[in-house]
């Protein structure tokens, strides 16, 4: 798992924002980005990530996000790099670096992952964590992070369609919030847009009441190494 490793961002009670990093790259879907042979990396693709020069997560693996970090309000340069466990942060960057804002008060998550043509990227993306009006709803955000092309994305009950919900025309960038009962089991399945084929359908999401569930769909549809990864998120009880 990854470790986070000390370092000093300027941050005020006022002006603080509340900032997770998450990794949805595959290692193979790396590979054919960065044009090498098959086999050459792990798939679990371990990275490090420099923010402003200081070496902030090591050994950062497909799946895992780290956080809540406190950061104030700025542009912060951030890099990715292939995990060295020996000199960590020293290997050249794989994404990055790039210069992602980040706004005050604000919650938000910073994911690697593929853009629709295949190509390593890194996107912010905000977190709702309000309050729901139904104490007993679960908020599922459903984002397409992956290398497909538009989606539709149907989230529906374990045993059936049954109180499914369809987001139609779902791009590579996009998300969409989906409200559901809290004490019953959703999974997220992709369609291409307009159809009825199912490319891929997820586990039962980690859902309940008190949080807000984002899931993330990652990988490429060409490589069939999509998947969901998700990362849940205590709710504001007001």
Avoid: M, Q
Avoid at 23 to 50: M, Q, R
Avoid at 205 to 216: I, Q
């Amino acid at each position: 798992s990854a470790a986070i490793v000390a370092a000093s961002f300027s941050a005020s009670t006022v002006v603080a924002a509340t900032v997770y990093v998450g990794h949805g790259i595959p290692g193979e879907d790396a590979e054919n980005a960065l044009g090498l042979p098959s086999g050459t990396l792990d798939p679990s693709l371990p990275v490090d990530v420099v923010v402003n020069g200081n070496c902030l997560l090591t050994g950062f693996t497909l799946g895992e996000f780290a956080g809540p970090l406190t950061l104030g309000a700025g542009t912060y340069t951030v890099s990715v790099h292939p995990a060295d466990s020996v000199a960590p942060c020293s290997t050249p960057a794989v994404i990055g670096p790039a210069n992602i804002p980040v706004e005050a008060d604000t919650n938000a998550t910073i994911l690697a992952h593929l853009t629709e043509d295949g190509s390593l990227s890194a996107s912010v993306f905000p977190n709702d964590v309000s309050a729901t009006s139904n104490s007993n709803k679960a908020r599922i955000s459903v984002h397409h992070a992956a290398a497909a092309p538009t989606v539709d994305v149907a989230v529906a009950r374990k045993a059936g369609s049954s109180g499914s919900v369809l987001l139609k025309d779902v791009s590579n960038g996009d998300f969409a919030d989906v409200y559901a009962s809290a004490d019953l089991n959703w999974v997220v399945s992709l369609l291409p847009a307009g159809s009825k084929k199912l490319v891929y359908e997820s586990g039962v999401l980690p859902t309940n009441s008190t949080a807000t569930t984002n899931a993330y769909a990652v990988g490429s549809l060409a490589n069939n190494t999509l998947e969901i990864i998700t990362n849940n998120l205590r709710k504001r009880r007001f």
